[in-house]
C-alpha cells in the first residue's frame, strides 16, 4: 500500500518501534502543515492509505472529492476534524480506535502539571529569574484548594487521582452517570453547576467536543468563579463560548488561566490575546505529544492499516463503504 502520513513535525515517528509495523508498504511522512487543499490533493493524490496525527488537519469534501484512489483514512481518537459523510460518498473508510479502555495519561499528566505551574507562578518566575531579577511574585498551593472536574470520565479520573495525592478536596461537575461514578469512588458532586464554578479553586475542563458541548461554558459560569481561582483548558478551546475566556480574565474571574488548545491551531506569529495575558499559562497542545504516548497511538493507527490490507478492518467509524 501507498501510505501517507501527515503533520509530524518533529519527525517522531520513525523512530518509534511501532513504525516498523509499515515496512512492507511504501510510506511518505509529510513533516510540516499544510491546509491548503490545492496543497493537500497533489500530497496524497497517490495514497491508498493516510494515518493523521489526531486534528492538526482538517479533511473535508472538497478535499476528498479529488482522491479517488484513497480508500482509508486511519487515526485514533475522536474525527470532528473529518467529514464522515464525504468519506462515506467517496468510498473512504475511516477507521478511528476510540481507546474506551483508558485514557491518555500524557494529557492527564499534562493537565495537572499545568495546575502547578499556574497556580505556582512557574513559567512567570521562570522568565523573571532570566530576565535578571529575582523572584516576581507569590503563588499558591494546592494542598486543601477545592479542584472541580468537568468531567468524571476517563482524563477526569486520572486527574482526580493525581489531586487526590495532593490532598485537594475533589468536586465533579457532569452527566449523572459520570458524576455517579465519582460519588462511588468517594469524591463529591457539587451542589449545583453554579456551586460547582463559585467553590472550586481550580476548574478542569476535562470534556471531548460535540455539537452539544461546542460553548458548553458560558461567561456566567466563569463570572461566578473567585479572583484567585484557575480554570485549566485541556481539551478543547470550543467548549467555551467565544471570546468568554479573555473578557473573563479581563474581569478578574476567574484570576488565571492554564491552557492547551486553541481555537485554530497551530498559533502562527499572529499569535492570540491570551498569550499576551501575564495571568496565563499556555502550552501549544502537548497533552498527547510525548514519546510514549505517540507510541500507544501510532501502534494502533498502524495495525488499523494491517488489518485494513489483510482484509479484516477494525475500529470503523463509517463500516458500510467496507460492507458495499
Known sequence: ?????????????????????????????????????????????????????????????????????????????????????????????????????????????????????????????????????????????????????WSYGRLGKAVAKYAKAFDMDVQVWGGEQSCAEAVEDGFRKAESREAFFATSDVVCLLVRLYPATRGMITAADLAAMHPQSLLVNTSRAGLIEEGALVKALQAGRPGMAAVDVFEHEPIGKEGHPLLTMPNVVATPHIGY???????????????QILAFDRGEPIAMINPEVWKG
Request: net charge negative; glycine share 6%.
Open 1 to 149: 500500500m501507498k501510505i501517507t502520513i501527515l503533520d509530524d513535525w518533529f519527525d517522531t515517528l520513525r523512530g518509534l518501534p511501532c513504525f516498523q509495523k509499515l515496512a512492507p508498504h511504501e510510506v511518505t511522512v509529510w513533516n510540516d502543515h499544510v491546509q491548503d487543499t490545492d496543497a493537500l490533493a497533489e500530497r496524497l493524490a497517490d495514497a491508498d492509505a493516510v494515518a493523521l496525527f489526531r486534528e492538526r488537519t482538517q479533511i473535508q469534501g472538497d478535499l476528498l472529492d479529488r482522491l479517488p484512489n484513497l480508500k482509508l483514512i486511519s487515526q485514533r481518537s475522536v474525527y470532528p476534524h473529518i467529514d464522515v459523510p464525504a468519506c462515506t460518498r467517496n468510498g473512504v473508510l475511516l477507521c478511528s480506535d476510540q481507546h474506551a479502555g483508558s485514557p491518555s495519561y500524557a494529557a492527564a499528566e499534562l493537565t495537572f502539571g499545568l495546575v502547578l505551574a499556574a497556580m505556582r507562578q512557574i513559567p512567570q518566575q521562570m522568565a523573571s529569574l532570566q530576565a535578571g531579577n529575582w523572584q516576581m511574585g507569590v503563588g499558591h498551593s494546592v494542598r486543601h484548594k477545592t479542584i472541580g472536574i
Open 289 to 303: 505529544v510525548s514519546q510514549e504516548e505517540y507510541e500507544l497511538q501510532f501502534a494502533d493507527i498502524f495495525e
